[in-house]
């Protein structure tokens, strides 16, 4: 949530996911997570942000039924995004770039290099007033949700990833190239 508090807070309708003008509500005190979120247009927060996108469905015994599938919950993480993309992708915010991968890059792997960060800095910076959720598209990798050790992942296939990616990007990558990368990063 640091990262959205480098940003400044975002312009976004809440759904009353719950009904009853309750938006979206879940506690779960082992994990020490506590989403409350009101419904309706409001400005959140780097830790309201956090909320919406961890939030699958409410665990209040008198709450309406949320779908809480995976497909439900990218869906409101894909719109919240775009609202991100729209409100902060500009000049000022990509003169924040620094600031906003080193926060990111506590609690991030990647594979990403400082030179990177300024390379796509630099393209979005000359690109910015071409660049809106409009112009953009989402996909979700090919795969499937696996339990592994007790913990839940979802686990990508890599020859229906590589296929999306030949056909999104033009590049022509390797299933087994992408595997053994899904695999060294796992």
Do not use: W
Not at 15 to 33: A, H, I, S
């Amino acid at each position: 949530d640091r990262t959205m508090d480098i940003l400044g807070p975002v312009t976004f309708d809440v759904p009353d996911l719950e009904g009853k003008g309750r938006g979206m509500n879940y506690d779960d005190g082992y994990q020490g997570l506590h989403i409350h979120l009101k419904p309706g247009v409001q400005e959140l927060s780097g830790n309201q942000i956090q909320q919406f996108l961890r939030y699958r469905k409410s665990n209040y015994k008198d709450a309406k039924y949320v779908d809480g599938s995976d497909q439900k919950r990218v869906e409101r993480q894909q719109a919240l995004l775009a609202a991100i993309i729209d409100q902060k992708l500009n000049l000022q915010s990509i003169a924040k770039i620094d600031d906003i991968f080193g926060e990111v890059g506590k609690g991030l792997k990647t594979t990403f290099s400082a030179d990177d960060v300024k390379a796509y800095a630099a393209y979005l910076a000359k690109n910015v007033q071409n660049i809106s959720s409009d112009n953009m598209e989402s996909v979700v990798m090919p795969g499937m949700a696996k339990t592994i050790g007790g913990a839940s992942y979802y686990v990508a296939d890599p020859e229906e990833s590589a296929e999306v990616v030949r056909e999104m990007f033009g590049y022509d990558v390797k299933a087994e190239e992408l595997s053994n990368r899904i695999n060294r990063k796992s």
